[in-house]
């Protein structure tokens, strides 16, 4: 996982990866989210320029679920679903500055956004059927842990994208002490 570098990873992860076998049974990514997460509520604070954590995550993520900021690629599906933003991509009619994609994002409706990418048959086909055998552990509720790292999956909040009906979400929880902990 990289740090706010970009191009630079703790030991503790390197560490890691001296048993290839043993790091095979780790839930990586359950770490990368944990990260992501922690990073993201960071970044969210007024003095903070930077992020770190697995942003190719997050902007796949996004490029799936918002259609109109998404770069039209000329490659089939693949799985891992990540994968497909390695292509070469056309960004023609898509912002670059932050203030022209905020307001992209703040003009669009509910129904310009897409709640449930993952139910096109062009990627359903793609995704290992193993994710499928258990469609409700995609909404549960649990901690997810790395380090000094505590975050809360709060799957119920975006019921929406798995094609539940979405209740008002009762209030989240907060880990504010332990976002104070910075093992950097």
Same mark, same amino acid.
């Given at each position: 996982m990289p740090n706010l570098s970009r191009n630079l990873v703790h030991l503790r992860w390197l560490l890691k990866l001296v048993d290839f076998r043993a790091a095979g049974e780790l839930s990586w990514g359950s770490a990368m989210l944990a990260k992501l997460y922690k990073e993201m509520c960071g970044a969210a604070l007024p003095n903070?320029?930077?992020?770190?954590?697995?942003?190719?995550?997050?902007?796949?993520?996004?490029?799936?679920?918002?259609?109109?900021?998404?770069?039209?690629?000329?490659?089939?599906?693949?799985?891992?679903?990540? /994968? &497909?933003?390695?292509?070469?991509?056309? =960004?023609?009619?898509? +912002?670059?500055?932050l203030e022209d994609i905020r307001l992209l994002l703040d003009q669009r409706s509910d129904v310009e956004f897409e709640w449930t990418p993952y139910d096109e048959p062009? /990627? &359903?086909?793609?995704?290992?059927?193993? =994710?499928?055998?258990? +469609?409700?552990?995609?909404?549960?509720?649990?901690?997810?842990?790395?380090?000094?790292?505590?975050?809360?999956?709060?799957?119920?909040?975006?019921?929406?994208?798995?094609?539940?009906?979405?209740?008002i979400p009762v209030a989240f929880e907060v880990f504010d002490d332990e976002h104070k902990v910075d093992l950097r």
């Open positions: 903070k320029a930077k992020i770190g954590g697995c942003l190719s995550l997050l902007q796949s993520w996004a490029r799936f679920f918002f259609p109109f900021l998404r770069p039209r690629v000329d490659r089939l599906y693949t799985f891992p679903l990540i /994968i &497909r933003w390695n292509h070469s991509a056309s =960004y023609v009619r898509i +912002p670059t500055s062009t /990627i &359903r086909a793609v995704i290992l059927n193993e =994710y499928f055998q258990n +469609p409700n552990a995609w909404h549960v509720k649990l901690p997810l842990v790395s380090y000094a790292t505590v975050e809360i999956l709060q799957s119920d909040r975006v019921l929406r994208q798995f094609g539940f009906r979405q209740s």
